[in-house]
């Protein structure tokens, strides 16, 4: 009622007559371009941007992170505390301290007018509790031993930990219990691949958000139309249009074209190129630059003996001058980045080891592990053999692509090979990645959410393997013991002046070891066109896309 009131008012405002009004032109469709596509569409399985961002406007969490960083309810009435009763304390049948957390749905419709209940949830819970399903993060089934309801529109977990965001259920989110189940009990290890989500993306009945997907042309695009059964304010727009170009060049041009509104900030341009393009354009679009919780990095495949000792990794970051990478690429808008953590966090370390640019230190690093200057240019060890791996990112990204040519020099003059080999995102996540069958390192970014825990990133139990249906996102194949207590410790903390300690020893250690190497903190950058407002970046892994009724065209 008050988005149609502001049109109304609209009509009369200073400046505009009825005939104006009259003249501009409808806008019933909005043309979005990203640079990736959806390795798969099911919302439990894989955590992608490129799925996040797309099902931002099919599907609604039961809770989320907004612009402003506090946790909220999207699918629920309001949020879980101690305080309202809504979580309580209590002693688990073994004997340990657990927490009942009770949500109560919002009234919400799946695409073919069925409600959305807590069968809905019960079966999410379900094929979540049986590992060989492959649903992550898997600690988050694991913790949730019991399931009830006693209401269609109200569900209880008990889990058998106390956690500080207990009252959040991130990734863990309903599915369409009467056409899903079914599918999953006939073959829960093919699930993934048999689910409707994956055969039927087009079936209204999957989708609950203010848009369902109506089409889809793999590897190209999708097409939402609005869910004529969604309960809640109105989106703007009778379609949207998901665009995807891999080469970023070819999406800029599309964008210049007119054949695309807009470009995500999310996942589309790279910063330096929509720089470059409001130096030329400025007057034709609308741009904002958003710094959050992207980080780029690189993965390293602990698994490969050349980069299993860790001084080989540390001269591989002291070796990468990436002040300097950021200057030349980015005009300085992106921030270095020690870790994971990002200097907005409240679990951010400022005593992180930061490894500066000093080729000399790397070379001594190098020497101390054996590894001498080979005929070619490339050290050796003593067996003969080179120190020489693949560097892989998404193909098409030209941002990515010269960042794998800068390091690949720099790595070259301490003697290091670097061989480029790259894919399109859609095989380098969906199987390269997540399957972990890179043999060297991997570029390209995690998006987190505030004071995330890095479990599924760096805990030896969240390494993908064939018996957990390749969930979990521990891709480098990281073990210590260390910290995987720390890891287990931090979520238990509820007060968060105790937790600082426990963030601070965690980032320390996986600074020093470096399983991954840090990059910078990457600042997300938006094209909008003149006529859009309503747009919020987040800057964290829950996008815009999730407010879309937040959205009006002019």
Not at 112 to 118: E, H, I, K, L, S
Request: hydrophobic share 40%; proline share 7%; with cysteine.
């Amino acid at each position: 009622m008050r988005h149609c009131l502001a049109a109304t008012l609209a009509l009369f405002a200073p400046g505009l007559t009825l005939a104006d009004a009259a003249a501009q032109p409808r806008r019933d469709s909005l043309t979005i371009g990203l640079s990736q596509y959806p390795g798969n569409f099911h919302p439990n399985i894989e955590n992608m941007a490129a799925k996040a961002y797309l099902l931002g406007f099919a599907l609604r969490p039961i809770t989320a992170y907004d612009a402003d960083w506090q946790q909220g309810c999207l699918a629920c009435t309001r949020l879980p505390s101690l305080e309202n009763g809504q979580a309580v304390l209590e002693t688990t049948p073994d004997g340990r301290p657990g927490i009942r957390v009770t949500w109560e749905l919002r009234a919400l419709n799946w695409g073919d007018g069925t409600p959305v209940t807590a069968e809905d949830m019960r079966f999410a819970w379900e094929a979540g509790r049986a590992f060989e399903t492959g649903f992550g993060p898997a600690e988050t089934y694991r913790s949730a031993y019991e399931f009830s309801s006693d209401d269609p529109r109200r569900f209880t977990i008990r889990f058998d930990k106390v956690t500080f965001d207990y009252a959040g259920l991130g990734q863990f989110q309903p599915l369409p219990a009467r056409i899903e189940r079914p599918r999953w009990e006939a073959d829960r290890a093919g699930y993934r691949t048999r689910s409707a989500y994956e055969t039927e993306t087009a079936n209204p009945a999957l989708w609950n958000g203010p848009y369902r997907i109506a089409a889809v042309q793999p590897g190209a695009g999708v097409t939402l139309e609005r869910n004529a059964h969604w309960i809640g304010p109105a989106p703007a727009f009778d379609r949207i249009a998901i665009r995807t170009v891999e080469n970023t060049a070819a999406l800029e041009a599309q964008l210049l074209a007119g054949q695309i509104d807009m470009v995500a900030g999310e996942l589309g341009l790279p910063l330096e190129q929509v720089v470059a393009l409001e130096r030329r354009a400025g007057a034709r679009f609308r741009f904002a630059y958003n710094p959050g919780l992207t980080y780029e990095h690189i993965d390293l495949n602990l698994d490969n003996p050349l980069l299993a000792d860790r001084r080989v990794r540390q001269a591989l970051l002291l070796a990468a001058d990436r002040a300097q990478i950021v200057a030349r690429l980015y005009g300085g808008r992106q921030e270095v980045a020690a870790g994971a953590v990002h200097p907005r966090d409240a679990g951010y370390d400022p005593d992180t080891p930061a490894w500066p640019f000093d080729p000399a230190r790397a070379a001594a690093l190098l020497e101390e592990a054996g590894w001498r200057p080979g005929p070619d240019g490339v050290r050796r060890n003593a067996a003969g053999d080179r120190l020489a791996f693949e560097l892989m990112t998404t193909a098409g990204n030209r941002s990515r692509e010269q960042v794998q040519q800068i390091l690949a020099g720099m790595w070259k003059a301490i003697g290091v090979e670097a061989r480029i080999r790259n894919e399109p995102p859609r095989v380098f996540f969906g199987e390269t990645v997540s399957r972990r069958r890179f043999t060297g390192g991997a570029l390209f970014a995690w998006v987190s959410s505030p004071e995330n825990v890095p479990r599924s990133t760096f805990h030896s139990d969240e390494i993908p393997r064939a018996e957990r249906n390749w969930s979990g996102q521990n891709y480098t194949g990281y073990r210590d013991a260390g910290v995987d207590a720390l890891i287990e410790a931090l979520p238990l903390e509820l007060d968060a002046a105790k937790r600082r300690p426990l963030w601070a020893r965690l980032q320390r250690r996986i600074a020093t070891d470096l399983p991954a190497l840090p990059l910078w903190h990457r600042s997300d950058a938006h094209v909008w066109p003149l006529w859009l407002d309503g747009v919020r970046p987040t800057g964290h892994q829950n996008y815009s896309s999730l407010w879309v009724t937040e959205w009006r065209a002019r």
